[in-house]
């Protein structure tokens, strides 16, 4: 069983950083990616970006130019640096792994973590 803990959250003002890490417990079948989601108030949860076990990586519109993941395999982590951010990228961040365990695809979640941009 995997289990995910994120950190790196907090309160930051417009234009400022936060770098988002979550670390994974547990063995991590490939091919797998590991990611990043946020769910706002009153919306659904999104995907914000995912980093492939061949360090492919995708990210949502909204966030491109602004956001990086990054992993490090050795140590089962998975990384958002956050830059530029903006008021609507307040949310709840949840990172997320999908693997593949013997052609079976399983999915696992953090707690999440809390992000505020707020003047």
């Known amino acids: 069983q995997v289990q995910l803990v994120g950190s790196g959250g907090g309160l930051v003002q417009p234009g400022g950083s936060l770098r988002l890490s979550c670390a994974a417990s547990?063995?991590?079948?490939?091919?797998?990616?590991m990611g990043w989601y946020r769910e706002a108030p009153g919306k659904e949860r999104e995907l914000v970006a995912v980093?492939?076990?061949?360090?492919?990586?995708n990210y949502a519109d909204s966030v491109k130019g602004r956001f990086t993941i990054s992993r490090d395999n050795v140590k089962n982590m998975v990384f958002l640096q956050m830059n530029s951010l903006k008021l609507e990228d307040t949310a709840v961040y949840y990172c997320n792994v999908a693997e593949n365990r013997w052609g079976r695809v399983n999915t696992y979640w953090g707690q999440g973590t809390q992000v505020t941009v707020s003047s």
């Open positions: 547990g063995i991590i079948f490939s091919p797998n990616a």
């Open positions: 980093i492939q076990s061949g360090d492919s990586t």
